[in-house]
Nanobody, 123 residues
Framework: QVQLVESGGGLVRAGGSLRLSCAAS????????VGWFRQAPGKEREFVAS????????YYGDSVKGRITCSTDNAKNTVYLQMMRLKPEDTAIYYC????????????????WGQGTQVTVSS
């Protein structure tokens, strides 16, 4: 079992930056892919990024490509999502997930999920 805890969300003005963290405990996710997803009110969950822990291979969703960087810290067993030039449409709850064997953009491929962290971007 893997426990995931997101942090770093908050309120930011358009054009600003935030760094989200996803800390894992229990089984490590060193053999897995970690994914980031977001869900805005009334909308479906959307893929943001996925990263393979062992190789740092990263796959970004089209809506955030060029504005987001995903990275890992082995020593802290933590995955980061650095978000820049934020837009009001980036407002959502951001979730990290783990357990996939490949860089999937599908939520159903990740069995372990955190509780989410709210990101609100004001115009």
């Amino acid at each position: 079992q893997v426990q995931l805890v997101e942090s770093g969300g908050g309120l930011v003005r358009a054009g600003g930056s935030l760094r989200l963290s996803c800390a894992a405990s229990g089984r490590t996710f060193s053999n897995y892919v970690v994914g980031w997803f977001r869900q805005a009110p009334g909308k479906e969950r959307e893929f943001v990024a996925s990263i393979r822990w062992s190789s740092d291979s990263v796959y970004y969703g089209d809506s955030v490509k060029g504005r987001i960087t995903c990275s890992t810290d082995n020593a802290k067993n933590t995955v980061y999502l650095q978000m820049m030039r934020l837009k009001p449409e980036d407002t959502a709850i951001y979730y990290c997930a783990s357990g996939s064997d490949y860089l999937s953009y599908l939520a159903r491929d990740y069995p372990y999920w955190g509780q989410g962290t709210q990101v609100t971007v004001s115009s």
